[in-house]
């Protein structure tokens, strides 16, 4: 019988959610891990504890290194052993397991396991499995040690695998698939691997990789360490079994977890050292050779059988909100977003109080983007996704059918009713380009209704693409501007509908001079006032360059003329931090504080190389923007 236990209630979730609810998150936005362990042998030592660590080496203990759930709540026997832990498929959903465990009531003693699952790493729902309760034919089962959870793409499930023990029997690795609900198994256990040997294996340890399942496993009761296994179809029963034993010391050990170091090509193989307290980390590239890597591993805490899982950077910010941030571990600025996103455009609300950035979909060749996402804050550093403002190929432009480019947003109090007029460029159905069109709404979300036709169809000097539209309201006068234009600047003044421009207005104000490694203009215009001053920014080389990079200038009236900065630069590269092509910016003022910020996308430091393609795999990023006492603009202290 399956016993259900009650959902762990603890405290209010930090506004930290993590982004991209819809979409399981990328490598690039790991920026940290979370190490889950227990520490030992008395039943006190019998709990989850968590750990994070930047880099994967240097590891600090989290809530004072005191368990952070409590395993008399959560266990049938009062402790548990051998927690680990899996982000689901949906990249928001984490899924625990747990020897049902404590081991002075001896090794023979335990006949359940625990099934724990969270949406935000701090609550956790859970359940006991006790095999012998739940299934018939069970009656000489001694025990059930150290699950683990894979997903299963074939079968589309979750695959709970663990070793048990049946009278004098060796340890066997089964496997289950979990409920829909993640709270009980479906199906009876079946043998997942028996070594060829049929003696004894325990600790079990699934990796993916190259088409690959490779499971490590210790060999109970005869030798001594962690083997291999390999196999191209999970339930197969075909394995290939490598006959050398891959740890890197002569003292037992058990427990074999792996992990992946983000944005490297490098794996770690971490196995408890049981028998005098020590955990050793070992480098691989190919899973087959490992070196030991001791001298670059730091603990402040001593673990035993537990796994690691990489962590985001909201997912680190909400685990140190909950149980403080240990000395030793940096929570990254940026990217502020998950994903990949580009030429972010930030609104503040006066209906809502909140902040919103709408970008293009980045991540997709030939910046082949259809769609634009938004996303809301209550402080400019945490977001959520608030979902799809346009899709064009789903139809939401009758004139467009994708590159989703470059959007901005206006609002508007109009007859005392708030009113949103949302710009961007798409390609025209018509084979003319790209072309700027206007979406309304009544809500920063949405949902937004296209005009049905595109506002700017041409370019005023005869070249150049109908892009990277800005959208500015002068403080003074009251009116609003557009500006537009990838190798040339317009500018014109909006009509009373904000859907059409004054075409006596328009004015072709491209800054002159400079190259495209200084200051020349290349695209993505962007205005705002201050203190009497109207500020032009554009964005300088290419958005694949590690170069692209923003200026300014300056004018007394919102269609210039333009006088370029002495020292134009905003934003520019920083290889010392890995930070490559800052440009394509927005500006907002926190009205409470007076504080301005700068948003603009860089490309991943992974994507550099040519043949990844830098211009599509972009980032968006938020810092401080600061100015001088004659209001020109500092360089930007750029920030990781």
């Not at 909100?321 to 977003?337: A, H, M, S």
Request: include cysteine; charge should be negative.
């Amino acid at each position: 019988m399956i016993k259900k236990i009650f959902v762990i209630i603890a405290a209010i979730v930090s506004l930290t959610t993590a982004t991209a609810r819809t979409a399981a998150v990328e490598e690039k936005d790991m920026a940290g891990y979370l190490f889950v362990y227990f520490t030992g042998n008395d039943i006190s030592q019998e709990a989850i504890c968590f750990a994070l660590s930047n880099d994967g080496l240097s590891w600090h203990k989290l809530n004072g290194g005191r368990p952070v759930i409590d395993s008399k709540v959560i266990s049938s026997t009062g402790g548990v052993r051998d927690p680990h832990i899996l982000r689901g498929e949906d990249g928001h959903t984490f899924y625990m397991v747990a020897t049902d465990m404590v081991s002075a009531n001896g090794w023979d003693s335990n006949r359940a396991m625990v099934l724990l699952k969270s949406e935000d790493l701090i609550n956790w729902s859970h359940s006991i499995i006790n095999i012998q309760q739940t299934y018939e034919g069970q009656d000489d089962l001694k025990r059930v040690w150290a699950p683990q959870t894979i997903y299963d793409h074939k079968a589309n499930k979750y695959m709970i695998y663990w070793s048990m023990k049946h009278g004098d029997g060796p340890d066997i690795i089964y496997y289950a698939y979990a409920n829909d609900s993640f709270t009980g198994l479906t199906g009876e256990p079946r043998p997942l691997f028996i070594p060829a040997d049929r003696k004894s294996c325990i600790d079990g340890d699934i990796v993916y990789k190259d088409g690959k399942y490779h499971l490590f496993y210790k060999t109970e009761g005869h030798g001594n360490g962690i083997k291999i296994a390999v196999t191209d179809e999970l339930t197969s029963g075909r394995w290939t079994e490598s006959p050398d034993y891959k740890q890197q010391t002569d003292q037992a050990v058990e427990g074999a977890g792996t992990f992946k170091l983000s944005g490297t090509d490098k794996y770690i193989l971490m196995y408890d050292m049981y028998m005098n307290g020590r955990y050793q980390f070992t480098e691989t590239t190919d899973l087959e050779h490992f070196r030991a890597i001791d001298s670059k591993v730091t603990m402040d805490f001593h673990p035993r059988h537990g796994t690691v899982m990489a962590v985001t950077r909201d997912e680190m910010k909400r685990l140190t909100d909950k149980w403080g941030l240990p000395e030793g571990v940096t929570i990254p600025r940026n990217p502020v977003l998950t994903g990949f996103h580009a030429d972010p455009e930030i609104l503040y609300s006066e209906q809502t109080g909140r902040y919103y950035i709408y970008s293009t979909t980045d991540g997709v060749p030939g910046w082949g983007g259809a769609h634009f996402t938004v996303f809301e804050s209550s402080d400019t550093r945490n977001w959520t996704e608030a979902g799809t403002v346009l899709d064009l190929k789903a139809g939401d432009a009758v004139w467009a059918d994708g590159n989703a480019w470059a959007p901005c947003i206006i609002e508007k109090k109009i007859k005392g009713r708030y009113r949103y007029f949302f710009y961007y460029s798409g390609n025209s159905k018509d084979g003319k380009g790209k072309q700027i069109g206007v979406a309304t709404g009544d809500t920063p979300t949405g949902p937004f209704k296209d005009s049905g036709k595109p506002m700017i169809t041409d370019s005023p000097v005869g070249h150049g693409q109908q892009i990277d539209v800005d959208v500015f309201t002068d403080p003074v006068s009251g009116k609003s501007y557009l500006y537009w234009g990838n190798g040339y600047m317009a500018g014109a003044e909006l009509n009373k509908d904000m859907m059409s421009i004054k075409k006596n207005t328009l004015t072709v104000m491209t800054p002159q001079g400079g190259t495209l490694q200084d200051y020349a203009y290349r695209e993505a215009p962007y205005v705002f006032y201050r203190n009497g001053i109207y500020y032009f920014m554009w964005s300088v080389d290419d958005t694949g360059s590690p170069n692209y990079h923003v200026v300014y200038g300056t004018s007394d009236s919102p269609l210039g003329p333009i006088q370029v900065a002495k020292d134009p630069i905003v934003t520019i590269q920083d290889p010392a931090q890995e930070i490559y092509g800052p440009a394509h910016n927005s500006v907002v003022r926190n009205p409470q504080t007076g504080e301005w910020f700068i948003v603009y996308h860089r490309i991943n430091k992974d994507y550099l190389p040519k043949e990844k393609g830098p211009g599509f795999h972009r980032e968006v990023c938020i810092d401080r923007l600061e100015f001088n006492d004659d209001g020109t603009i500092r360089r930007v202290k750029l920030t990781k």
